[in-house]
């Protein structure tokens, strides 16, 4: 049986290779292809010089994606067949025992992969987003932001991690539903607490201070029936030439957060339809939606799990010769990607359908017009291409492509 499972896995993860690199491919020659004009539909609102410009960002990125997918796969077979999982087994076994030795377990390897993708993330941030004009941060802020991160890690955490080791350990067999429980409980708790004790750790927060902008926003909300705790701009600028604006928090600790590039860049008129734009996704309860999806997806993983903790064909055929609850998490959340990864698209779509549904409800309390006007000019601060390959598109992008985005809204 672990002979099976384990070409069952090489099969799968082969397959997630071909598929991702073919997707890659066409990719970069659909862009390629469509680099040397601007679209008919976008003529008179986005240059050359800034279409072609978002074609080398995206091609860049899809480019850096396939070294950081030969990595992934490089480190998990290390993890596995190499032999990596089974030697930090045998260095922490032979030290600690019980939850201690789950716990230096799972963050050994949650280190190990750390490290290995610091260099991919410094590329990315330093020589990608640099080339592009779009990084604002500084080597000294990256090692802050990291060292923060893993503090915060750590803190957070290894409580969680010991509750889930201990409920695993205790509960019988059906730990995987007391885990569920309490990884909701987590989960929720994070976004309660997120707006106000977790964010102000890396960013300002200061609140609104334009007097019309912020009148026109309270209007929308008014007529929306919305309410929030408040309206604040977010220093993004420290760290990218990114523009956004998002929601955050839950209940009562909801709040609207600007990134000051975007207040620098659009129009009130077209802050106000953007915002609409993001007042429809609470309106239209696609945020619960989404943390309901959230929570059974994770029910059904973990289900399976508690069906494959006892089972020694797991182990073997990942190269694991131990057994226990802590290499069962670790090797269940190293090789679940593999075979989740056709899930993708779907939850691509169900993402896409969200942004046309939002799309409508910001054209029924704003103008659809301020709208596209927002967006053309977000797709070009963010160097969007707006000539992806279909194909590609329609299996990883969470938003519709721009060409059909505005369409829909001119006819509306």
Same mark, same amino acid.
């Given at each position: 049986m672990s002979n099976t499972f384990s070409v069952v896995f090489l099969v799968a993860l082969m397959l997630m290779v071909v598929l991702r690199r073919w =997707?890659?491919?066409?990719?970069?020659?659909?862009?390629?292809?469509?680099?040397?004009?601007?679209?008919?539909?976008?003529?008179?609102?986005?240059? =050359? @010089?800034?279409?072609?410009k978002a074609a080398d960002y995206a091609i860049a990125q899809t480019k850096f994606g396939r070294i950081t997918l030969a990595i992934?796969?490089?480190?998990?077979?290390?993890?596995?067949?190499?032999?990596?999982?089974?030697?930090?087994?045998?260095?922490?076994?032979?030290?600690?025992?019980?939850?201690?030795?789950?716990?230096?377990?799972?963050? *050994?390897?949650?280190?190990? *992969?750390?490290?290995?993708?610091?260099?991919?993330?410094?590329?990315?941030?330093?020589?990608?987003?640099?080339?592009?004009?779009?990084?604002? /941060?500084?080597?000294?802020?990256f090692i802050v932001d990291l060292v923060k991160q893993t503090a915060l890690g750590l803190l957070i955490g290894t409580p969680v991690l010991l509750a889930v080791l201990w =409920?695993?350990?205790?509960?019988?067999?059906?730990?995987?539903?007391?885990?569920?429980?309490?990884?909701?409980?987590?989960?929720?708790?994070?976004?309660?607490?997120? @707006?106000?004790?977790?964010? @102000?750790?890396?960013?300002?927060?200061?609140?609104?201070?334009?007097?019309?902008?912020?009148?026109?926003?309270?209007?929308?909300?008014?007529?929306?029936?919305?309410?929030?705790?408040?309206?604040?701009? /977010?220093?993004?600028?420290?760290?990218s030439n990114h523009g956004n604006a998002y929601f955050t928090g839950f209940g009562k600790s909801k709040r609207i957060v600007f990134f000051d590039t975007l207040l620098g860049r659009l129009q009130p008129v077209e802050v106000e339809a953007v915002l609409a734009h993001e007042l429809g996704h609470f309106k239209l309860r696609h945020v619960i939606q989404r943390i309901v999806l959230l929570f059974a997806l994770s029910l059904a993983f973990l289900a399976v799990l508690?069906?494959?903790?006892?089972?020694?064909?797991?182990?073997?055929?990942?190269?694991?010769?131990?057994?226990?609850?802590?290499?069962?998490?670790?090797?269940?959340?190293?090789?679940? @990607?593999?075979?989740?990864?056709?899930?993708?698209p779907l939850m691509s779509l169900l993402s896409r359908r969200h942004e046309f549904a939002a799309d409508r409800y910001a054209a029924e309390h704003a103008s659809a017009d301020d709208l596209i006007k927002a967006l053309l000019k977000l797709y070009e601060d963010n160097a969007s291409t707006l000539t992806p390959d279909p194909l590609h598109s329609l299996f990883y992008d969470s938003h519709p492509p721009a060409a059909l985005r505005i369409a829909r809204l001119s006819a509306n």
């Open positions: =997707l890659a491919q066409r990719q970069i020659a659909h862009v390629l292809a469509h680099r040397a004009a601007v679209p008919a539909q976008f003529a008179g609102f986005l240059e =050359l @010089p800034a279409h072609q992934e796969v490089a480190v998990l077979l290390v993890f596995t067949f190499g032999g990596g999982l089974q030697a930090l087994h045998g260095f922490w076994n032979a030290r600690l025992e019980g939850l201690a030795y789950g716990v230096a377990l799972i963050f *050994s390897v949650m280190a190990i *992969s750390g490290i290995i993708d610091l260099p991919l993330a410094a590329y990315r941030q330093f020589v990608i987003e640099e080339k592009f004009g779009f990084n604002r /941060m500084t080597v000294k802020l =409920l695993m350990a205790q509960m019988g067999s059906l730990w995987w539903l007391y885990v569920w429980l309490f990884w909701c409980g987590v989960n929720l708790l994070i976004l309660f607490i997120y @707006p106000t004790w977790i964010a @102000p750790l890396f960013n300002k927060f200061s609140p609104l201070d334009d007097a019309a902008l912020k009148a026109r926003i309270e209007a929308l909300l008014a007529r929306c029936g919305f309410a929030v705790s408040g309206l604040f701009v /977010m220093d993004g600028s420290k760290r508690g069906q494959l903790m006892d089972a020694a064909w797991f182990f073997k055929g990942l190269g694991v010769t131990a057994q226990n609850t802590a290499l069962a998490l670790v090797l269940f959340f190293l090789v679940m @990607p593999v075979f989740t990864f056709l899930l993708t």
